[in-house]
């Protein structure tokens, strides 16, 4: 898959628009200007997060530092990892989207940004994804599956699709309590997007004030050329 060249203007412009989104709205923005024509929001969840990995490697590198909270003692933790240690290291298991609980069988399939964005809850979003479901061989509605059943329906789908729900092994260093910590890439993303581009709008309005050039004009620059000026505005 190609990826397309997402410069200064354009990833600014996801981010300006991307503000009044909800968070998965955000996250099929990014990967549409990234990788045009892929529709990205009929793309399994793990999928989709999987590319953003890639996505925010390409634009900020590989590695991902993090804070967290010990849950028995409180102590604070710096995190530092890498995009390589949660992409690829789970294979998906498809025969786990058809379940057989006592006298069920219910096949589903992976959830979807548009399903997500479709429906509030994960009552309705298991609903949403279940394809058939029989008992004794009859049809039944997906709402009325026991939660048993409906148990059962949702590990398959974490089992089928494990990067929709990333976990990063955590040891603290205070009490030596072992536990994992979710990562959310579509947040984690967003929140450097925004760092960046405000940083790169202080840099603009910096230069058009001491140069009088338009916004494009700066955005046009290579980072490297823009620190140059940057440095010998300030010198």
């Known amino acids: 898959m190609t990826r397309t060249a997402l410069d200064a ?13 909800p968070a998965p709205a955000r996250a099929v923005s990014l990967l549409a200007a990234a990788w045009p024509g892929t529709a990205w929001g009929e793309e399994s969840v793990g999928r989709r997060d999987e590319q953003l990995l890639t996505l925010r490697e390409q634009l900020f590198g590989e590695t991902l530092d993090a804070a967290a909270v010990c849950p028995d003692c409180g102590e ?3 995190l530092r990892f890498a995009t390589h240690d949660v992409v690829g290291t789970t294979e998906p298991d498809l025969e786990a ?9 219910v096949r589903s399939r992976l959830p979807t940004t548009d399903d ?7 009552d309705a979003l298991l609903e949403r994804c279940v394809e058939s479901a029989r008992r004794r061989g009859k049809p039944v509605a997906a709402g009325s599956l026991p939660d048993a059943v409906r148990a059962a329906v949702a590990e398959g ?3 089928a699709d494990p990067h929709a729900d990333v976990q990063v092994a955590i040891a603290c260093p205070g009490c030596g309590r072992e536990c994992s910590l979710a990562f959310d890439i579509t947040s984690y993303l967003w929140s450097e997007i925004d760092d960046w581009a405000q940083r790169l709008l202080a840099d603009v309005h910096t230069l058009a ?3 009088g050039w338009r916004e494009g004009d700066v955005l046009a620059m290579s980072a490297r050329r823009r620190r140059a000026y940057l440095e ?4």
Do not use: I, N, P
């Open 9 to 21: 203007a354009a990833l600014l412009s996801v981010w300006e628009h991307g503000g009044a989104m």
């Open 76 to 78: 604070r933790m710096d």
């Open 97 to 105: 989207l058809t379940v057989r609980v006592d006298s069920y069988e």
């Open 116 to 122: 997500l964005l479709a429906v509030a809850g994960e």
């Open 157 to 159: 789908m974490a089992k």
């Open 209 to 211: 004030s001491a140069y």
């Open 232 to 235: 010998l505005q300030s010198a």
